[in-house]
């Protein structure tokens, strides 16, 4: 999947997120976003302009989210998205509510709706995680002018292939036709056990910590 795809897939198959902005003392706080609209330049949101997470949003342009789908754990796609984030004002406005009516009942009035603004999620990086298949399948994905970086664990050349990591990988995702062994990424769960018990400390964590 490309990085608009998933994008597009978290709009529209799951919607509603859990979002995280800071407030000002660096504390998270936590509150429900639906996604409105995205397209190859974002995401797109809105919130009241008197609300805490507008204040937050305007202080710090910057917000974490991740949504889910499944009716349980093993059944569970979620996606998570971080990034910076702009104010784009009333002027989207009327389209977003065309393509989410059901906001029309919160606000039902036009001198209602003035209470509203909409954001862009504008430049991010995220994750795929899907539960549902066997092994897992994962994946990172940037927008934006932001750039994807390696996230989880890789086999350095100090591997000598004693296949000690091998028992301790839950989802078997460790290829030893070659030496340095390597980590399959898409089906790693990132679970850190490869390190813990290589004898050569050949493996190393990569990314955001």
């Known amino acids: 999947m490309t990085a608009i795809e998933v994008l597009r897939y978290l709009q529209q198959e799951i919607h509603t997120t859990v979002a995280a902005t800071a407030d000002r003392e660096g504390r998270p706080v936590t509150c429900a976003i639906d996604i409105m609209a995205a397209d190859e330049d974002g995401l797109y949101f809105l ?3 008197g ?3 507008y204040t937050r949003l305007k202080e710090t342009e910057y917000m974490a ?3 889910m789908k499944g ?3 093993l059944s569970c796609v979620a996606v998570s998205v971080r990034g910076k984030v702009k104010e ?3 002027e989207p406005l009327p389209r977003i509510l065309d393509k989410n009516p059901y906001m029309k009942e919160i606000y039902p009035t036009p001198e209602s709706q003035k209470a509203l603004t909409v954001f862009q999620l504008y430049e991010g990086s995220g994750e795929w995680f899907d539960l549902s298949k066997k092994p897992i399948e994962r994946f990172s994905f940037s927008f934006g ?3 994807t970086e390696p996230e989880g664990y890789r086999i350095t050349e100090a591997c000598i292939g004693c296949r000690a990591c091998e028992a301790v990988c839950p989802q078997h995702c460790i290829d030893f036709t070659t030496i340095p062994a390597v980590i399959l990424a898409a089906h790693c769960l990132h679970c850190g056990n490869c ?3 290589c004898p050569q400390q ?3 964590r990569e990314g955001a910590k």
Do not use: C, F, N, Q
């Open 47 to 49: 919130t009241a302009k």
């Open 51 to 53: 609300k805490g997470v």
């Open 65 to 67: 989210l991740t949504g």
């Open 71 to 73: 009716d349980d754990t």
């Open 88 to 90: 784009l004002g009333g």
């Open 145 to 147: 002018s932001r750039k």
């Open 195 to 197: 390190a813990e018990v």
């Open 202 to 204: 050949a493996v190393i």
